[in-house]
Protein backbone atom coordinates (compact mmCIF):
# COMPACT_ATOMS: atom_id res chain seq x y z
CA UNK A 1 0.00 0.00 0.00
CA UNK A 2 1.47 3.84 -0.51
CA UNK A 3 0.90 6.22 1.53
CA UNK A 4 -2.13 7.84 0.32
CA UNK A 5 -4.12 4.43 0.35
CA UNK A 6 -3.00 4.02 3.60
CA UNK A 7 -4.12 7.63 5.09
CA UNK A 8 -7.57 7.61 3.60
CA UNK A 9 -7.92 3.96 5.48
CA UNK A 10 -7.42 5.76 8.76
CA UNK A 11 -9.17 8.60 7.93
CA UNK A 12 -12.67 6.62 6.95
CA UNK A 13 -12.02 4.14 10.79
CA UNK A 14 -11.33 7.20 12.66
CA UNK A 15 -14.57 8.35 11.02
CA UNK A 16 -16.40 5.77 12.12
CA UNK A 17 -15.25 4.62 15.26
CA UNK A 18 -15.77 8.79 16.48
CA UNK A 19 -19.32 7.66 16.12
CA UNK A 20 -19.59 4.68 18.34
CA UNK A 21 -20.24 5.35 22.17
CA UNK A 22 -20.82 2.79 24.70
CA UNK A 23 -23.97 4.16 25.78
CA UNK A 24 -25.02 3.29 21.99
CA UNK A 25 -24.56 -0.56 23.31
CA UNK A 26 -25.54 -1.18 26.76
CA UNK A 27 -28.05 2.09 26.94
CA UNK A 28 -27.84 4.88 28.70
CA UNK A 29 -26.31 4.38 32.41
CA UNK A 30 -28.10 6.87 34.54
CA UNK A 31 -28.22 6.79 38.04
CA UNK A 32 -31.65 5.76 39.37
CA UNK A 33 -33.13 8.34 41.86
CA UNK A 34 -35.81 6.61 44.33
CA UNK A 35 -38.07 8.81 46.02
CA UNK A 36 -38.90 7.80 49.51
CA UNK A 37 -41.42 8.88 52.16
CA UNK A 38 -39.27 9.19 54.97
CA UNK A 39 -37.32 12.23 55.39
CA UNK A 40 -33.08 12.00 56.03
CA UNK A 41 -33.25 12.96 59.59
CA UNK A 42 -35.78 10.07 59.98
CA UNK A 43 -33.69 7.91 58.38
CA UNK A 44 -30.26 9.29 60.79
CA UNK A 45 -32.42 8.72 63.81
CA UNK A 46 -33.33 5.39 63.21
CA UNK A 47 -30.11 4.20 62.49
CA UNK A 48 -29.12 6.16 65.71
CA UNK A 49 -31.46 4.11 67.67
CA UNK A 50 -30.11 0.73 66.69
CA UNK A 51 -26.44 1.87 67.31
CA UNK A 52 -27.92 2.31 70.87
CA UNK A 53 -29.62 -0.70 71.21
CA UNK A 54 -27.36 -3.03 69.87
CA UNK A 55 -24.42 -5.08 72.01
CA UNK A 56 -20.85 -4.38 70.88
CA UNK A 57 -19.92 -8.02 73.23
CA UNK A 58 -19.08 -11.00 71.33
CA UNK A 59 -21.69 -13.62 71.43
CA UNK A 60 -20.30 -16.48 73.72
CA UNK A 61 -17.45 -13.83 75.25
CA UNK A 62 -19.15 -13.68 78.77
CA UNK A 63 -16.73 -16.25 81.31
CA UNK A 64 -19.16 -18.43 83.53
CA UNK A 65 -18.71 -18.33 86.98
CA UNK A 66 -16.40 -21.11 88.73
CA UNK A 67 -18.09 -23.98 90.14
CA UNK A 68 -17.70 -24.33 93.91
CA UNK A 69 -16.31 -27.66 94.81
CA UNK A 70 -16.37 -29.36 98.29
CA UNK A 71 -13.76 -31.88 96.88
CA UNK A 72 -10.22 -31.92 98.91
CA UNK A 73 -7.29 -31.21 95.68
CA UNK A 74 -4.85 -33.42 97.68
CA UNK A 75 -7.34 -36.43 98.07
CA UNK A 76 -8.45 -35.92 94.39
CA UNK A 77 -4.66 -36.15 93.23
CA UNK A 78 -4.28 -39.10 95.47
CA UNK A 79 -7.15 -41.08 94.14
CA UNK A 80 -6.11 -40.30 90.39
CA UNK A 81 -2.51 -41.85 91.25
CA UNK A 82 -3.72 -44.72 92.38
CA UNK A 83 -6.23 -45.23 89.93
CA UNK A 84 -3.19 -44.68 87.67
CA UNK A 85 -1.09 -47.04 89.19
CA UNK A 86 -3.60 -49.62 88.66
CA UNK A 87 -4.42 -49.34 85.37
CA UNK A 88 -7.86 -48.27 85.74
CA UNK A 89 -7.07 -44.78 84.46
CA UNK A 90 -4.39 -44.45 80.76
CA UNK A 91 -1.45 -42.26 81.30
CA UNK A 92 0.98 -40.46 79.07
CA UNK A 93 0.96 -39.57 75.41
CA UNK A 94 0.30 -42.94 74.01
CA UNK A 95 -3.10 -43.32 77.00
CA UNK A 96 -0.84 -46.31 78.39
CA UNK A 97 0.12 -47.18 81.74
Do not use: C, W
Not at 7 to 12: E, M, N
Not at 78 to 87: F, N
Amino acid sequence: MNAKTLLAVAAVAAAFSAGARADEIYGPQHAIQIEGQRTRAEVQAEAAQVARNRSTEPAGSRVAAPIQSTVDVQALRAETVQAVRLGLIPSGETGRS
